[in-house]
């Protein structure tokens, strides 16, 4: 839960409710439990989402979401390779990378330093030394490469570089 919200907050787009009815949590035509991303409190802290014993939602069972089916008297920490294809490949995921490139184009503007110190602030919650400023920078010179001439290559570059950063081992622990 607290990555997933962490994930929202850095971004810029979680919803700060205090109350109200929780956010339903189907299942996709794929057989996975998701958050339906349409909903405008798709994006609520984990505690508001509709958690059922045979339905807990797949990228916080992924992250050692309690089971409801038995008492969870202690919370178990795991680290597996779903963990890593969930932040790479989930859509929840995808989409926060492309918010927090988003937010940082807003605040930081369209320079590189500006924008690797300002998503640092808020994945590390500190600024980069300059082996990291460099290594990301560089990451974002290469990112353009591959993407090329294509329409939206600059976008794509950001929002790699945004993924990068909510996968940061400081993010996430």
Known sequence: ESIRDATLAAAGVLDTKTGGPYVPTPRDGSGEVIVDETKPEARARSIFLQHRRTQVPNFLSNFDAPSIVFNCTRRPTTTMPLQSLSLLNSEFSLQRARDLAARLNREAGPGTSAQIELGYLLTAGRRPDPDESRTLAQ?????????????????????????????????LY
């Open 139 to 171: 990451f974002l010179i290469d990112q353009r490469k591959v993407y090329g001439d294509q329409p939206e290559g600059e976008n794509k570059a950001r929002t790699d570089l945004a993924q990068t950063l909510l996968s940061l081992n400081s993010f």
